[in-house]
């Protein structure tokens, strides 16, 4: 089914605005259970937190309801403080239409793989919410030996002793607590769940898998500044910033985004 267009400027029909919003209230009534059901509370729990009744919790997560942006807030805040920010960005995005399901992409475009070339440091385009490779540029397979051999990048930080070599003892658990923090929470509605429990068969498969996935410390304190990194090849080291970023793509193509380390 072709998603419907956002801009009747650009030759589409926009879809009614009361189905949009219908659509978008059922995506995130799920998004919502999932992270209450991931922090252990009953509905009587959260809503005993937040002050509303045990009937308005339900309302929400049934999608009977619209909710406003401090109801979002107050919501996750509770639920689940390991990826506030994060979490509420993908919420946004879910009830503004730019999250969609995307097991099914075409590849990254001409002009995506050429901003990832241009990347002074190691750099890879991303499929949004179960982290496949859709292009890694020669930094990238440079620093990350083995990336493309597994094209997905959470199975290849979970799986392959070879990311150990690369981020060291330091770096190596963070990062790899980030990408299944993403993998758990901001692939709800983003990745079929036939595919999504798939990636979750295979990362689990990992020993540090159970501790990881049961950890409940902020992304912002376990995760460093500065990574550093150790080519496998030549045996260098290196300090680099990492970032991620969508804005670089057009609104209606927000399915890969971008991962880079930038060197210090």
């Known amino acids: 089914m072709t998603p419907p267009q956002d801009d009747a400027g650009h030759g589409g029909k926009r879809a009614p605005e009361k189905s949009l919003e219908l659509e978008s209230r059922y995506r ?24 509303n009744s045990d009937k308005s919790v339900e309302a929400l997560e049934r999608g009977d309801r619209g909710v406003k942006i401090e109801m979002l807030w107050k919501y996750f805040n509770t639920a689940e403080p390991v990826i506030v ?25 001409a002009r995506e793989i050429a901003f990832c070339d241009r990347q002074p440091g190691p750099a890879m385009v991303i499929a949004q919410g179960s982290f496949d490779l859709g292009y890694c540029n020669e930094q990238g397979r440079e620093w990350l030996q083995g990336v493309g051999e597994y094209r997905n990048l959470i199975v290849w930080m979970m799986l392959d002793r070879r990311a150990k070599d690369v981020f060291g003892p330091q770096g190596w658990e963070p990062f790899a607590y980030l990408l299944l923090l993403a993998l758990e929470h901001l692939s709800i509605e983003l990745v079929g769940e036939d595919r999504r429990r798939a990636l979750i068969g295979a990362v689990s498969q990992a020993p540090e898998y159970k501790r990881l996935s049961t950890k409940r410390t902020p992304i912002d304190e376990v995760v460093p500044e500065i990574f550093t990194l150790r080519n496998p090849g030549t045996g260098e080291t290196a300090d680099f910033y990492f970032g ?11 399915d890969w985004q971008q991962l880079v380390f930038w060197r210090v």
């Open 28 to 51: 995130l009534a799920r998004v919502m259970r999932h992270l209450r059901e991931r922090a252990g509370l009953t509905r009587a729990q959260l809503a005993a937190l937040l002050g």
């Open 85 to 109: 920010e994060p979490m509420l960005d993908h919420v946004i995005e879910v009830l503004t239409g730019r999250a969609r399901l995307m097991d099914d992409l075409p590849p990254p475009t």
């Open 244 to 254: 991620s970023w969508r804005s670089f793509f057009p609104p209606r193509r927000p």
